[in-house]
């Protein structure tokens, strides 16, 4: 339990730190209060900010010229990044980096996921191009994330092999063996419509790519007081499939208990009506979607702990895992019968 004095230090600790970097951009804070572990809110006579700490892996900025290109393109929704006095977009304090948003609220109102599909869908299509490939460029990728994928499978299959030669299986065990069957379907499933990716794109020699947000989630999105919707956090922005975006939020929205999330599958079909997804783009959607990579690394992480006090914890998110891959199935068996429905009529 903290006490009030504790309290109180802990805010004048958070306001003497973070004053020397607002200083840079001439604002004296009244107020600094702790939101997360990388952000802070900053209140002042100048107005309310929000000041976030990047990663070491993305101090460099690079996400800024992702930013700028976005702005010129037309696209606004999206939070600006002030300068500082001399300029600056970054600000070096303390071995961190920092940059300055204005305050918007989070804020989960009706239609909130109909209009972040509908934005991220005109993020796509504003930056999208084809980029020409050959043949060797296409099959190296798809041989890759194969060879990648079989040698998790032939981990997950011996480690079955083990699990079943003993007499007593630990909880873990037992919950992978009960499992393995559906793993295995599907890897088979993200394998099939790989292939059918890599046929389809071969052919093609060309792929659609264009500026993915990189960490896309509900709580990447922003209102104002009227309402409009920006999307804030570009940090990990680069140039991949449309389908990156769509593959982060689907495992994202679907770590949770046994749900038929419909709401999903009307998101992804929403964006659809903005962005519609080209064959080969679906495949990749189904195939990445559905790959159960998280189960693989839960359990080599509990296969290399030294210990055995993690045994009910890693049972938890073997679990935890199982449910999410069933969500994610369930969505995409939906998008995939509301395509077969659309053909037929």
Do not use: C
């Given at each position: 339990m903290t006490t009030k004095n504790e309290g109180h230090d802990k805010t004048a600790t958070v306001l003497n730190y973070h004053s020397p970097i607002l200083a840079k951009y001439g604002i004296i804070p009244d107020q600094v209060e702790q939101i997360g572990k990388k952000l802070v809110k900053v209140h002042s006579k100048s107005g309310t900010f929000a000041l976030k700490r990047l990663d070491g892996k993305y101090q460099d900025g690079s996400f800024i010229k992702t930013m700028q290109s976005l702005f010129e393109r037309g696209f606004t929704n999206i939070i600006p990044i002030y300068r500082t006095n001399n300029g600056n977009f970054l600000v070096h304090f303390d071995n961190n980096c920092f940059y300055l948003m204005p305050w918007f609220q989070h804020e989960n109102r009706q239609g909130f996921f109909q209009q972040m599909m509908r934005e991220l869908a005109r993020l796509h299509y504003m930056t999208s191009k084809d980029i020409v490939y050959t043949n060797n460029q296409i099959a190296k990728s798809y041989n890759d994330i194969k060879a990648s994928w079989r040698t998790q499978r032939v981990f997950l299959e011996r480690y079955m092999e083990v699990c079943e030669s003993k007499w007593y299986m630990s909880p873990f065990e037992l919950q992978f063996v009960t499992y393995f069957h559906e793993i295995m379907q599907a890897i088979h499933f993200a394998e099939r419509n790989l292939d059918q990716w890599f046929e389809m794109t071969e052919q093609k020699k060309h792929s659609r790519v264009s500026i993915?947000?990189?960490?896309?989630?509900?709580?990447?999105?922003?209102?104002?007081?009227?309402?409009?919707?920006?999307?804030?956090?570009?940090?990990?922005?680069?140039?991949?499939?449309?389908?990156?975006?769509?593959?982060?939020?689907?495992?994202?929205?679907?770590k949770t208990y046994p749900v038929n999330n419909h709401e999903c599958?009307?998101?992804?079909?929403?964006?659809?009506?903005?962005?519609?997804?080209?064959?080969?783009?679906?495949?990749?959607?189904?195939?990445?979607?559905?790959?159960?990579?998280?189960?693989?690394?839960?359990?080599?992480?509990?296969?290399?702990?030294?210990?055995?006090?993690?045994?009910?914890?890693?049972?938890?998110?073997?679990?935890?895992?199982?449910?999410?891959?069933?969500?994610?199935?369930?969505?995409?068996?939906?998008?995939?019968?509301?395509?077969?429905?659309?053909?037929?009529?």
């Open positions: 993915v947000h990189g960490n896309v989630s509900p709580e990447h999105v922003v209102s104002n007081d009227k309402g409009k919707g920006y999307f804030i956090n570009f940090e990990r922005s680069s140039i991949a499939s449309p389908v990156y975006d769509l593959v982060t939020l689907i495992h994202r929205t679907l599958v009307e998101w992804i079909q929403h964006y659809q009506q903005f962005n519609s997804l080209k064959e080969e783009e679906r495949f990749l959607l189904y195939s990445y979607g559905s790959y159960p990579e998280q189960l693989y690394n839960i359990v080599r992480k509990h296969l290399a702990s030294s210990t055995n006090n993690n045994e009910l914890q890693s049972t938890e998110q073997l679990l935890r895992a199982y449910w999410q891959m069933k969500n994610i199935e369930f969505v995409i068996m939906q998008l995939i019968d509301g395509e077969k429905m659309t053909s037929n009529e």
